[in-house]
Each structure stands twice: as structure tokens, then as C-alpha cells.
């Protein structure tokens, strides 16, 4: 999707106490498939979205919000059941409770790196939540984080991480395999465990032998639901055990699926791995 450049300043109502300007709302919300919010409104910088603002709006799928805002409130996003991504302000600080609340389909968020507070709730029933893309208040550049997003404990589990984890000057990745630990659904153990090991930023040895470990250990089940997908990245970064690769192979094979041709190809390239050449 390509997004479009600012709405146009009539599609929000705003208000001034004198000190904010605070974006209350949108002029038609049930038509609005993008909003990117402009700087300014009214010759005032947009610092603040106010409570319920978006809440609501049937067919929103995308929204930015430009780095004057430093504070979300409450359940400003709430209930937007379209919405996919929302592109959130470098200068951020603080986003209320149930702010995206209910948005099923939201998969991705940007975020500050220095947003000091947001709420158990402020992600509530995002389910759908894959990535939280952090801009780094010191250098600008964004870096991608996997989230388990497959119930409210542990989407709250993982900002917390990502946040802390991102923290400027003081971050550690520590802090976010901490958070994987406590992971049971197989779907979020794979992704994560597949973004660490392809991206190995401060992760220690231990750590890097549960991710392994996690892997192994669901080789099995990646079979018998014949997702061949998931078996070639487990292949790729060397997690699929071979002492157990010809009960794989047997297992593929009753299966019937794609997974066997995989597992073939695997052992015949694991079984050419040191073979000298001594041809003349």
C-alpha cells in the first residue's frame, strides 16, 4: 500500500487549552482508510491525541502520527478492526490505556525508544501483533523487533521487553530473551527463535542453545503439519538433529507431504559436507 502524503488539516477537530494542541477527532471517520496526521493544525504543533480520537473507525487500515506527539490517550485507537499498522511519533512518551485496545489486525508497530510509560491494556486483543519497530531517539535508525502476540499476557510481555531492551544508552537483548522464556505457544517460539538466531545482537551462549534447543524440539510437529516453510528455516540455521534425521525422513514419508523431498535434499547436502575432492 502506497500511503499518501498529510490529510488535509479539515478532517481533524483539535482544540487549544492554552498550552496543547490536542487532536480530539476526525471530521468523517467512517470513510477513512489512511491518516497521516500533519504537524501542525491550525498554525499549533499536534501534541497530543486525545482519548477515543480514532476510536471506532470501520475502515482504517494505516496511520501516522508526526513526531510532535508525545502522548496517546486513552483508547484513542480503540476498536479500529481494519487496522494494520500504525506508525507512531519519534517523540512519544507516554501511550494510555486500552490506545489500541481491540484492533485484531494490527501487525505491526512503530515506536519511540523512549516512551516511558504505556499501559498493561494499551494493546489489549491485538492478537495479530507481529513486529515493534523501534526509531532510536540517538541515531534515527529503526530497528525490528518480533513480539509474541498470541494472548494479552505475553504482547504485554513483549513491549516490555522491546522497550527495555531498546532502552537509549542502557538497552540489552538480556532483557528481551528474558521475556522469550516464558513463551508456550509453538507459533511465537518459532518466529522468535528463527529472528534471534538470524540476528544475533548481544545474544549470549546460553541463550543461543534454548533457541536451538526450541527448534529441535519442534521439528516433529513442523512435520506432521507438513509446513515445509517452517522446516527449511529450521534447516537453514542448522537445528534439525541428525541422529534423528532418518526417523524424519521415515516420518515425512508416511506423511506424504513436502516436508520429505526437504529432508532428502538435507541429509544429501549434510552427507557431501567434508568430502574431498582428489581428482587429478
Known sequence: M????????????CSFDG?????????????????NVPPEINGRPVMEIGEGAFADSPKLKWVKIPDSVDNIRNSAFKNCPELK????????????????????????????D???RFEINSF?????????KVISSETGRIKTYQVAGDNDESIWMFVSAVLRAAEPGRGSMEKYDAAFLELQDED????????RLRDPVDLFPDMEKVYRLRLRNMVKSVILRDRVDRLTAIGELDCIDMDSLDYYIELASRIGGGCIAYLLEHQYRKSRIGVRDYSL
Not at 496543547?20 to 477513512?32: E, F, H, I, P, Y
Not at 512518551?93 to 505491526?108: H, Q, T, V
Request: aromatic share 6%; net charge positive.
Open 2 to 13: 502506497k500511503h499518501r502524503d498529510y490529510n488535509p488539516q479539515s478532517d481533524f477537530i
Open 114 to 116: 523512549h516512551v516511558k
Open 85 to 112: 499498522e500504525a506508525v507512531l511519533s519519534a517523540g512519544l512518551e507516554k501511550i494510555g490505556a486500552f490506545a489500541f485496545s481491540g484492533d485484531e489486525n494490527l501487525r505491526s508497530v512503530t515506536i519511540s
Open 188 to 195: 511465537a517460539i518459532f518466529r522468535i527463535s528463527v529472528q
Open 19 to 35: 498550552c496543547k494542541n490536542k487532536l480530539q477527532g476526525v471530521s468523517s471517520r467512517a470513510a477513512m482508510e489512511e491518516i
Open 124 to 132: 489489549k486483543g491485538c492478537r495479530s501483533l507481529k513486529e515493534i
